[in-house]
């Protein structure tokens, strides 16, 4: 119980230790979370391994994030053979939240549940989602979207990735 009300603290008012213009041109910041089946998984292990990537980070219940999503799942497909797409998950939320969240979306995109460590390292605060980072396939960022609405904008970044 203690650990989602620190989580939601977070969340709620955000932890700063970079601006997101700053880390444009850093190694991408490694964090651990959980896939939708339960496995603890670390960032690393997909990103900076020859193939771009985009991460996507979202919360459950954000209105906003939810009309944007659709349209960010459409470049998921069209482009998931090229650039791998993760999608952490920013709220507190269990597996079967999260496929209710997906059918309702709807979402493809492999979504994690992330840690606190990942909101801490990109300094994300609950109004920035969604929160899209987008990582070359060296592993550097090369740029993040904080309240990533403009989807032709998105296209931009992934397309400069490849």
């Known amino acids: 119980m203690l650990k989602r009300l620190i989580l939601t603290v977070v969340l709620i008012f955000g932890v700063s230790f970079a601006s997101p213009t700053e880390l444009i041109g850093k190694n991408f910041i490694d964090f651990y979370g959980k896939d939708e089946s339960g496995k603890v998984v670390k960032a690393s292990q997909y990103l900076g391994k020859g193939k771009p990537a985009v991460i996507v980070y979202w919360a459950i219940g954000d209105v906003d994030t939810y009309k944007v999503l659709p349209q960010i799942n459409k470049l998921y497909k069209k482009y998931k053979d090229k650039v791998i797409f993760i999608a952490p998950l920013l709220s507190v939320s269990d597996e079967k939240e999260v ?58 970044n992934i397309k400069k990735l490849l």
């Open 99 to 156: 496929k209710e969240a997906k059918k309702m979306i709807p979402l493809d995109i492999p979504v994690w549940l992330a840690g606190s460590d990942s909101i801490k390292a990109y300094s994300i605060e609950k109004v920035d989602v969604p929160y899209l980072v987008f990582v070359d396939k060296n592993g550097k960022i090369v740029e993040i979207m904080t309240t990533a609405r403009d989807i032709k904008k998105i296209e931009e």
